[in-house]
Nanobody
């Protein structure tokens, strides 16, 4: 069992930056690939970024490529999402997910565990 707790969300203005964190419980964090998804009101859960458990290979949605950076610190059991040049369209609840193994999982159905989410609101 893995428990995930997101933090770092908030209200910012367009062009600002935020760093989200997702802290995981358990001693097997390094064996999980980790992803960030987001969900805006009335919309489905959308892939944002993920990082594989091995080699630090990353994947990004086209909408955030060049602005967001995902990283992980296995010693701290934490995955991060650095978000720069934020836009009002980035407003959503951001969720952290964990999937076993080294996978390129961009579908939310692939994930085994989820956090409770953290709200990010970007004003124009």
């Amino acid at each position: 069992q893995v428990q995930l707790v997101e933090s770092g969300g908030g209200l910012v203005q367009a062009g600002d930056s935020l760093r989200l964190s997702c802290a995981a419980s358990g001693r097997t964090f390094s064996s999980y690939s980790m992803g960030w998804f987001r969900q805006a009101p009335g919309k489905g859960r959308e892939f944002v970024a993920m990082i594989r458990s091995t080699a630090g290979i990353t994947y990004y949605a086209d909408s955030v490529k060049g602005r967001f950076t995902i990283s992980r610190d296995n010693a701290k059991n934490t995955v991060y999402l650095q978000m720069n040049s934020l836009k009002p369209g980035d407003t959503a609840v951001y969720y952290c997910g964990a999937v076993r193994g080294s996978r390129s999982a961009t579908d939310s159905n692939d994930y085994d565990y989820w956090g409770q989410g953290t709200q990010v609101t970007v004003s124009s």
